[in-house]
């Protein structure tokens, strides 16, 4: 990988990893979601669920990625994913 390349993923991680502001995270709680570790990576997945909810067939197939790559951490299974509409819908 360039340097440049290095550069950027420890930058993002970094940005990722930054907990969020107190307006933030009370945004997410209202709008129903308690956090234990309110950080900016918590608020995109959030962020991308809420699309992917919406039916945006790219939020989908991200999600769909993200969990077959944690999926190769663990144990396999063969269960099928599933995306649940669970919460309220609101007006963006």
Do not use: C, W
């Not at 990722?16 to 997410?28: D, F, H, M, P, V």
């Not at 699309?51 to 790559?69: F, P």
């Amino acid at each position: 990988m360039k340097q440049s390349d290095k550069l950027l993923k420890a930058t993002l991680k970094s940005l990722l990893n930054e907990r969020l502001s107190y307006a933030e995270e009370q945004s997410l709680k209202d709008e129903g979601f308690v956090l234990k570790k309110p950080t900016r990576k918590a608020a995109v997945m959030i962020a991308l669920y809420k699309k992917a909810a919406s039916g945006d067939l790219s939020a989908i197939k991200e999600l769909r990625s993200i969990v077959s790559d944690r999926a190769d951490d663990a144990p396999t299974s063969s269960g099928a994913v599933m995306i649940i509409d669970d919460f309220e819908h609101k007006a963006l």
